[in-house]
């Protein structure tokens, strides 16, 4: 069964470098998603993409945030200089949103530890 | 503004008993409705889902979930648990139509099976 695939699975960075989250979406999937769950809180929404562009983005994925899809298989999550708040697990989606109806296959997930 | 709400943070039942986890959600139209599961190291898999039409929904691993428009819910049960049963339980709404797919989780049930 097709699956959406994560790394690293763990990643432990210094405050204020710069960390690159990898995603590969199923392959027949239209719309991207990254989500992000800090410990002990619930799974919140970071950005939606689609069309080789962002769709929706939440409060929390400001300008130090960015996506991309560099190619026609991954899907990355960038964050220009990692503060402490930013330890989290982030959790990267894909669903094809064909007319009527859709769901989201999550990944693994990547557990980012920020020092 | 749309949201959801898991009122048991922890619940703890026996291998072979019943299981009912709550979901109440708070959201201005027909709302996509999810269930997700989260075992430790693992990413989020998807239950089941209520999208339209019959409001109660089978999903996998025995699982069912009631939508009853009346009182905003959307309970998960399973008639007989299992020890792999013990997860994590998010329930989710996303908005339609399902343009971006924006999912709003819960605050997640934690669920521990005894012998």
């Known amino acids: 069964e097709p699956e959406v695939t994560q790394t690293p699975s763990h990643q432990v960075t210094q405050m204020g470098q710069e960390v690159i989250l990898r995603c590969v979406p199923i392959s027949n999937h239209l719309y991207f998603y990254w989500y992000r769950q800090i410990l002990g809180q619930k799974v919140e929404f970071l950005v939606s993409f689609y069309n080789n562009e962002i769709s929706e983005k939440s409060e929390i994925f400001d300008d130090q945030f960015s996506v991309e899809r560099p190619d026609g298989s991954n899907f990355t999550l960038k964050i220009r200089s990692t503060k402490l708040e930013d330890s989290a697990m982030y959790f990267c989606?894909?669903?094809?949103?064909?007319?009527?109806?859709?769901?989201?296959?999550f990944g693994p997930g990547t557990r980012l530890t920020v020092t | 503004a749309q949201s959801v709400t898991q009122p048991d943070i922890h619940i703890t039942v026996s291998e072979g008993a019943s299981l009912e986890l709550r979901c109440n959600y708070s959201y201005g139209a027909t709302p996509y409705l999810f269930w997700y599961v989260q075992s430790p190291g693992q990413g989020l898999q998807l239950l089941l889902k209520y999208f339209s039409g019959d409001t109660l929904v089978q999903g996998i691993k025995g699982f069912e979930a009631e939508f009853k428009r009346s009182q905003s819910s959307f309970n998960l049960r399973k008639p007989s648990v299992h020890w792999s049963d013990a997860a994590e339980y998010f329930c989710a709404v996303g908005a339609i139509p399902v343009r971006w797919g924006k999912l709003q989780f819960g605050a997640g049930t934690q669920v521990v099976v005894t012998p």
């Open positions: 989606a894909s669903s094809e949103a064909r007319t009527g109806t859709y769901e989201q296959y």
